[in-house]
């Protein structure tokens, strides 16, 4: 059974941090590309940024704010985001994919950014 588990959501005021972990099992962890998608209210869910051994790539929306990280040993894929804003305001989703073999999410966890 594979699964993801999010952590870390919650509501944050502008330009604050939170960082989203997400566990994966050991079973795919290694050979998958991990990514977070996050989907705001009426609309369509959206790439964030993915992390594979080659390198990282993120939404122009998040660069240079997000930085996402992987933990090989504790088989854990990681989102800090910081200088949040309202826009960021969405339920944030983890993902383990390998190309045109297998895709998996997680439950989603909400982050609202809002004063």
């Known amino acids: 059974q594979v699964q993801l588990v999010e952590s870390g959501g919650g509501l944050v005021q502008p330009g604050g941090s939170l960082r989203l972990s997400c566990a994966a099992s050991?079973?795919?962890?290694?050979?998958?590309?991990m990514g977070w998608y996050r989907q705001a209210p009426g609309k369509q869910r959206e790439l964030v940024a993915t992390?594979?051994?080659?390198?990282?790539n993120y939404a122009d929306s998040v660069k240079g704010r997000f930085t996402i990280s992987r933990d090989n040993i504790k088989n854990t894929v990681y989102l800090q985001m910081n200088s949040l804003k309202p826009e960021d305001t969405a339920v944030y989703y983890c993902n383990a994919a390998q190309f045109l073999v297998y895709t998996y999410w997680g439950q989603g966890i909400q982050v609202t950014v809002s004063s």
């Open positions: 992390i594979t051994s080659g390198g990282t």
């Open positions: 050991v079973s795919i962890f290694s050979r998958s590309v």
